[in-house]
T-cell receptor, first 117, second 117 residues
């Protein structure tokens, strides 16, 4: 079945460590790609998105993600994490990226990141 | 400030009763809204796409007679869980697509916790 896979369910890092969260999808054709973050007790917020162009996307709070089409991947990275990055991170794919159409997001299972001082 | 508002944030209802959750787009008109459900420690699962002035489009496996969706205006969509059962207890989230924004940004509501006892 077509899906969005996030490889790491739980990640624990020390502050200043580098972060990479994996995301793979199995949809063919044109896709739009997103990373969302959900801080404890808060609603989903968009970190970054890829629609076209430069496959290396810069987002908020120092996050970036690289779209590798041949690998069907959109991994999230941050060079140096902070305690405030503790949250759950969701990768999402829009497999129906038709110009003028609506965006239906399919989410991965999420990765819980805990950063300790 | 919030772009999408959900009400109520928390609701407890008795088994067999119905409960309505509202999703309001505060800053723009939305012809399309999306309803998601998130079980504990799981990802968001798209339930249905709410279309203003027409019938909602349900995802496979979602009972349309149980989860009634009404998108009566360009700023309001409602999800009614009919004859609720304990297994319907979940976190329900709506999202709204802003067609007027670059890249058709999607905004999420704060979510509504439903507990059926």
């Amino acid at each position: 079945a077509q899906s969005v896979s996030q490889h790491n369910h739980h990640v624990i890092l020390s502050e200043a460590a580098s972060l990479e969260l994996g995301c793979n999808y199995s949809y063919g054709g044109t896709v739009n790609l997103f990373w969302y973050v959900q801080y404890p007790g808060q609603h989903l917020q968009l970190l970054l998105k890829y629609f076209s162009g430069d496959p290396l996307v810069k987002g908020i709070k120092g996050f970036e993600a690289e779209f590798i089409k041949s690998k069907f991947s959109f991994n999230l990275r941050k060079p140096s994490v902070q305690w405030s990055d503790t949250a759950e991170y969701f990768c999402a794919v829009n497999p129906e990226a038709i110009s003028g159409g609506y965006n239906k997001l399919i989410f991965g299972a999420g990765t819980r990141l805990a950063v300790h001082p | 400030g919030a772009v999408v508002s959900q009400h109520p944030s928390w609701v407890i209802c008795k088994s067999g009763t119905s409960v309505k959750i509202e999703c309001r787009s505060l800053d723009f008109q939305a012809t399309t809204m999306f309803w998601y459900r998130q079980f504990p420690k799981q990802s968001l699962m798209l339930m249905a796409t709410s279309n203003e002035g027409s019938k909602a489009t349900y995802e496979q496996g979602v009972e349309k007679d149980k989860f009634l969706i009404n998108h009566a205006s360009l700023t309001l969509s409602t999800l009614t869980v009919t004859s609720a059962h304990p297994e319907d207890s979940s976190f329900y989230i709506c999202s709204v697509r802003d067609r007027g924004s670059p890249g058709n940004t999607i905004y999420f509501g704060e979510g509504s916790w439903l507990t059926v006892v």
